[in-house]
């Protein structure tokens, strides 16, 4: 095995086993911890992927601001085990099989898909990801979608000030 | 391009006349001026001249039934801010906002209307979606309105990650975000149709079609009744615009099952609509229900996807829409929203209760009603298809079982005895609603009043 694969089999084994400790662990403040562990795994696949530029993005924004405000928001109310409402153990039920017939379904087509097979990711070749490509795939291709969507944070920010403010 | 840009810009002068202006009676004049001006100009453009020369290939293409459905709902839009403008002065102490928010969702209709590309898709569905999260909250004050405003964004928000893990997929499967089947050797590879049924599954959920509906109820109920207004009319039919561009330009990347799928959720939709407004005590509860089993009804256009059921599509958004627009307009000035409430208004006011009296007739879908050639051309476009004919005969079952909750408002309105008690009404208020009940008895007897612009 080269280094790059075992770099990719340890990425993927941290990133699976911390996005399931998400899910499992009863205090909040330690999901969080763990979301973060899965974003830092993610990225050093974008790296593997020579995307260095969303690497660094995705570490900046994602797993340094928006898991911050997480964090802050979870210790302000103070979110525990104990506080925590007792959930019917019939939802709890349906919950599992509705969300492992999904799994199964998406497992079963993914492994099938004709797209997928003896497919090789382009792992240290190509380079879409680096910042002087996605800026002009940014500015010139989809500049029209990433225009349009400044109408979506303004809506989302004079939300956020209307929800905010006091009365 | 004109509605996208235009409705933006006047979201922004909204929020400064919020600034500069403080008598709150004059955003609704502002916001039905600029309104006027947003319809003039897409009307404009559908004929051919648009302000702005921007090269879109590969993400927007305009075409007349984009445009004209534009146009439905921007007039709609129209009478709802003329009609209900006090209303939503009431609703919350953001008046402004409240306005600028509405022409957001505008943009976000021109965008579903016209995309080519899914990333559109999603743009214009989340400017779609956001405004309306926080309009529903806009009462602060009102528990059960944040309780709607809080369970609305998590579904939303948790629909919105259905539709980007389909995209993701379609992605996968094709390599590419346009509106085209992309088939090898005549097989529909496993990817795009998994990719395809969850973003079917995101906007059945956006347009409240069962199984997906639960959210739907609550939500219509807790909002304030101006909110619930617009977002069962305006932003529901442009759902369905979203859908049918969808359908139309991505049905064979679903499989072969595609046929049985959507007459499963159409069966659905109808039956859990229709079947529990019948027991509902409130009216505008009682609503919610029906927006469900309407829906029902336009999904039949995703059935069929031919001309028939692109006309009726565009038909049934303007009936459905005017009618549901003044009913509300009516309802937000009532006290008692229940039954009850409506018990002897045809005394106190008969020309209100005549013109609620036709809205519901249209709703029902009784002939000299709009509502009833867009059921009609729904269901003929649907025969038109050849396949699946029961699924007429069950919309015309489920039609006669809407008739009698629409009938119970009716006969409570005429046949009972009652104080009702409503908010003042002007005699603006009173004319406006006739022009809508007028409008509605015309398309009612001469549809193509409407559907004549698809071809000029």
Same mark, same amino acid.
């Given at each position: 095995?080269?280094?790059?694969?075992?770099?990719?089999?340890?990425?993927?084994?941290?990133?699976?086993?911390?996005?399931?400790?998400?899910?499992?662990?009863?205090?909040?403040?330690?999901?969080?911890?763990?979301?973060i562990i899965v974003f830092f795994a993610i990225s050093g696949h974008y790296?593997?992927?020579?995307?260095?530029?969303?690497?660094?993005?995705?570490?900046?924004?994602?797993?340094?601001?928006?898991?911050?405000?997480?964090?802050?928001?979870?210790?302000?109310?103070?979110?525990?085990?104990?506080?925590?409402?007792?959930?019917?153990?019939?939802?709890?039920?349906?919950?599992?099989?509705?969300?492992?017939?999904?799994?199964?379904?998406?497992?079963?087509?993914?492994?099938?898909?004709?797209?997928?097979?003896?497919?090789?990711?382009?792992?240290?070749?190509?380079?879409?990801?680096?910042?002087?490509?996605?800026?002009?795939?940014?500015?010139?291709?989809?500049?029209?979608?990433?225009?349009?969507?400044?109408?979506?944070?303004?809506?989302?920010?004079?939300?956020?000030?209307?929800?905010?403010?006091?009365? | 391009m004109n509605t996208i840009i235009?409705?933006?810009?006047?979201?922004?002068?909204?929020?400064?006349?919020?600034?500069?202006?403080?008598?709150r009676s004059a955003y609704k004049n502002i916001s039905s001026a600029a309104l006027l001006l947003l $319809?003039? %100009? &897409?009307? #404009?453009?559908?004929?051919?001249? +648009?302000?702005?020369?921007?090269? =879109?290939?590969?993400? $927007?293409? %305009? &075409?007349? #039934?984009?445009?004209?459905?534009? +146009?439905?709902?921007?007039?709609? =839009?129209l009478i709802y801010v003329m009609l209900s403008g006090r209303e939503i002065e009431k609703a919350g102490n953001n008046t402004a906002e409240a306005h600028a928010l509405i022409f957001f969702v505008l943009c976000g209709i021109g965008i579903v209307t016209s995309y080519t590309n899914l990333l559109m898709l999603f743009i214009g569905i989340e400017i779609l979606s956001i405004p309306l999260y926080i309009l529903?909250?806009?009462?602060?004050?009102?528990?059960?309105?944040?309780?709607?405003?809080?369970?609305?964004?998590?579904?939303?928000?948790?629909?919105?990650?259905?539709?980007?893990?389909?995209?993701?997929?379609?992605?996968?499967s094709g390599g590419t975000f346009m509106l085209e089947n992309v088939v090898k050797n005549g097989i529909v590879s496993y990817l795009s149709a998994l990719g395809m049924v969850l973003i079917f599954i995101a906007l059945c959920f956006k347009v409240s079609a069962a199984p997906f509906h639960f959210w739907t109820p609550d939500v219509y109920d807790g909002a304030p009744a101006v909110i619930t207004s617009f977002m069962a009319t305006v932003v529901k039919v442009a759902g369905f615009a979203a859908f049918i561009r969808l359908i139309e330009g991505r049905l064979g990347s679903m499989g072969?099952?595609?046929?049985?799928?959507?007459?499963?959720?159409?069966?659905?939709?109808?039956?859990?609509?229709?079947?529990?407004?019948?027991?509902?005590?409130?009216?505008?509860?009682?609503?919610?229900?029906?927006?469900?089993?309407?829906?029902?009804?336009?999904?039949?256009?995703?059935?069929?996807?031919?001309d028939a059921a692109k006309e009726g599509l565009l038909l049934y958004a303007a009936a459905y829409s005017l009618a549901t627009i003044g009913i509300f307009a009516v309802l937000a000035k009532m006290d008692d929203m229940t039954l009850e409430g409506f018990n002897g208004l045809s005394k106190?006011?008969?020309?209100?209760?005549?013109?609620?009296?036709?809205?519901?007739?249209s709703l029902a879908g009784i002939p000299l009603t709009a509502g009833f050639f867009a059921k009609f051309y729904m269901l003929s476009a649907v025969v038109k298809t050849g396949k699946y004919l029961g699924l007429v005969i069950i919309g015309v079952l489920f039609a006669a079982v809407s008739a009698y909750y629409y009938f119970k408002v009716i006969q409570a309105m005429y046949f009972k005895d009652g104080n009702v008690v409503l908010a003042p009404v002007t005699a603006r208020f009173k004319y406006l609603l006739l022009f809508v009940a007028a409008l509605i008895v015309v398309l009612g007897v001469y549809p193509n009043a409407l559907l004549s612009f698809l071809y000029f």
């Open positions: 095995m080269s280094t790059t694969e075992i770099l990719f089999w340890f990425l993927s084994a941290l990133a699976l086993v911390s996005a399931t400790m998400v899910l499992i662990s009863k205090n909040p403040v330690h999901s969080i911890l763990w979301l790296v593997l992927l020579n995307a260095q530029f969303l690497a660094i993005v995705n570490l900046i924004v994602y797993a340094g601001a928006i898991m911050v405000l997480f964090l802050f928001v979870v210790m302000l109310m103070n979110l525990n085990s104990d506080s925590e409402p007792q959930k019917n153990s019939r939802f709890k039920v349906a919950g599992t099989i509705a969300g492992g017939c999904l799994m199964l379904i998406m497992i079963d087509v993914i492994r099938d898909a004709g797209e997928v097979q003896n497919a090789k990711a382009l792992v240290k070749v190509g380079n879409i990801g680096l910042i002087k490509n996605l800026g002009m795939a940014l500015f010139k291709d989809y500049v029209i979608p990433f225009e349009i969507s400044s109408v979506l944070f303004l809506s989302a920010m004079v939300g956020a000030v209307v929800i905010g403010k006091k009365d | 235009l409705s933006a810009i006047f979201g922004v002068v909204m929020m400064f006349s919020g600034i500069f202006i403080h008598n $319809l003039v %100009f &897409n009307i #404009f453009e559908s004929q051919g001249s +648009s302000l702005f020369n921007i090269n =879109t290939t590969n993400f $927007l293409h %305009f &075409n007349k #039934f984009g445009l004209l459905f534009n +146009s439905i709902c921007i007039f709609s =839009t529903t909250g806009s009462d602060k004050k009102n528990l059960k309105g944040n309780e709607a405003a809080l369970k609305y964004f998590l579904m939303g928000s948790f629909s919105t990650g259905i539709m980007l893990m389909g995209i993701a997929m379609l992605y996968g072969s099952q595609t046929d049985r799928l959507i007459a499963i959720v159409i069966i659905l939709t109808l039956a859990f609509g229709n079947l529990t407004a019948v027991f509902q005590q409130s009216v505008k509860r009682m609503l919610a229900y029906s927006s469900i089993a309407q829906a029902g009804f336009m999904l039949f256009s995703l059935f069929a996807v031919n106190s006011q008969p020309l209100i209760a005549a013109l609620l009296a036709i809205f519901l007739l």
